[in-house]
């Protein structure tokens, strides 16, 4: 009989030494203490708190992430277009003084050409996203870039353009500044969110980059973001560009033969590109100033989230030397167990015969 109970005593405790090695391999597997939070006993509410807060922290660097994405893209477009507007200004003095007719028409076509890239460029997209379009960002901000200089404020300009004569030079700009401005169907290249009511007036697209912390880095393509325009200007590097090469496009070599209402004409020309210059300068560096805001928030949440999955590592993960020494420690004993059982096996089957 007592054979018998030492036998049943070793079983059990070979069993217990069976489980205890099933939950020591599963942690030298996962690497963790147990996949509920129970197996942490009174650490639990702190991991439950550790793995929120991380949770919650990897969802601002994701948002802030395709923000940057977005920002990046916008960029690019506004170094283009600043390529584009510095090359008019640096061009356009070749069209004062004794401009060569084959000069005006080349840059006349040229300008046309550029109005096309400019919108285009503005219609710019990243994740199916227009960037430029405000929240309406399923839509171009531009309905028909191709048809700019053909159409609208394009060829109202270049109509008006077309008018100079030797004494209403400053009524064909103050004219050709009110088309560049007019938000008027019909008129205004400018999708018709953008245009009229709540796209008129609506505040940049943002992200929260944290509590309470909200960062503005959308760009609507008809009015500036974070810059104020001088000069002769609309208001918007966009409709200040616009309007300088629509009015270029709009020249032809014979205006060149009406002295000073030409040259003051080309000269207000160029005083509206350098004013469209200087802004996109200005935005380009101020979206350069969000990008590294947006990049130090990114880089503070993912820092603090490092620390705090440190923490929680001490909370939910093993020590896996520790680990793999007990269960190889258990191993042995129950290899023990098992000889120790067979021996008193055999006690029992002797004492029975």
Do not use: C
């Not at 996109?280 to 101020?286: D, F, K, N, T, V």
């Not at 928030?297 to 520790?322: F, G, P, W, Y």
């Amino acid at each position: 009989m007592t054979s018998i109970n030492m036998s049943t005593r070793l079983s059990v405790n070979a069993t217990l030494l069976r489980d205890r090695m099933t939950v020591l391999g599963e942690q030298i597997s996962t690497g963790r203490k147990g996949n509920t939070y129970s197996t942490f006993g009174t650490d639990a509410p702190r991991a439950m708190d550790l793995r929120g807060e991380i949770n919650r922290r990897a969802s601002y660097e994701k948002t802030i992430d395709q923000a940057l994405s977005k920002t990046k893209v916008s960029q690019d477009v506004l170094n283009r277009i600043g390529a584009i507007a510095e090359k008019f200004l640096a061009s356009s003095t070749k069209l004062l003084g004794a401009a060569k007719p084959e000069e005006i028409q080349l840059q006349a076509g040229q300008a046309e050409a550029a109005m096309i890239e400019v919108a285009t460029l503005l219609n710019e997209q990243y994740g199916g996203e227009y960037l430029f379009g405000g929240s309406d960002s399923r839509n171009p901000p531009i309905p028909k870039p191709s048809d700019i200089a053909k159409t609208g404020m394009g060829l109202a300009i270049k109509n008006e353009v077309g008018t100079l004569n030797a004494t209403n030079a400053s009524a064909v700009l103050a004219a050709t500044k009110a088309l560049a401005m007019s938000d008027a169907a019909g008129t205004t290249p400018f999708s018709v969110f953008l245009s009229t009511g709540e796209g008129k007036t609506e505040p940049r697209v943002s992200v929260l980059g944290n509590d309470n912390d909200r960062v503005a880095y959308g760009i609507h393509a008809n009015r500036n973001a974070a810059v104020v325009s001088t000069g002769e200007t609309t208001g918007s590097w966009a409709r200040d560009l616009l309007r300088g090469l629509a009015s270029i496009a709009g020249l032809t070599p014979e205006k060149a033969q009406l002295g000073d209402s030409y040259t003051n004409l080309v000269t207000k020309i160029r005083s509206g590109l350098e004013a469209s210059v200087d802004a996109l300068a200005l935005e380009r560096g101020s979206l350069g100033l969000t990008e590294a805001r947006l990049q130090g928030l990114e880089d503070h949440h993912s820092s603090v989230s490092t620390t705090l999955q440190l923490q929680l590592s001490n909370i939910e993960e093993v020590d896996m030397a520790k680990t793999i020494t007990s269960f190889q420690t258990t191993q042995t004993q129950l290899e023990a167990s098992y000889r120790a059982i067979a021996v008193a096996q055999q006690l029992s089957l002797t004492r029975f015969l």
